[in-house]
């Protein structure tokens, strides 16, 4: 099983900046993508951004120049660093990991429990 801790969310001003890291404990599995998703109060969860294994990246238009994910391999760690803050990024912010158990060829998902991420105007 892959366990994901979150942490780093809170209260900002608009403008303000925030940093959130999530870590996968998966001694035996292998971790391929992982990403961040979001989910404002009555609203579908949505993608922020994906990191592939290899460094490539999918930020959705409304983060572009603002968020920067990035990853630590050997911790298997997942960060999202967020910039220029707005009203509008307030929402529960959720990891995502595909990761494959060593014994088997094929990929799960797995989601941490969630961050509350709150901007005030």
């Known amino acids: 099983q892959v366990q994901l801790v979150e942490s780093g969310g809170g209260l900002v001003q608009a403008g303000g900046s925030l940093r959130l890291s999530c870590t996968a404990s998966s001694s035996m599995f292998s971790i391929n993508d992982m990403g961040w998703y979001r989910q404002a109060p009555g609203k579908e969860r949505e993608l922020v951004v994906v990191?592939?294994?290899?460094?490539?990246?999918n930020y959705a238009d409304s983060v572009k120049g603002r968020f920067t994910i990035s990853r630590d391999n050997a911790k298997n760690t997942v960060y999202l660093q967020m910039d220029s803050l707005k009203p509008e990024d307030t929402a529960v912010y959720y990891c995502?990991?595909?990761?494959?158990?060593?014994?088997?060829?094929?990929?799960?998902?797995?989601w941490g429990q969630g961050t509350q991420v709150t901007v005030s105007s």
């Open positions: 995502n990991v595909r990761a494959r158990r060593l014994t088997t060829t094929w990929f799960l998902e797995y």
């Open positions: 990191i592939t294994n290899d460094g490539g990246t």
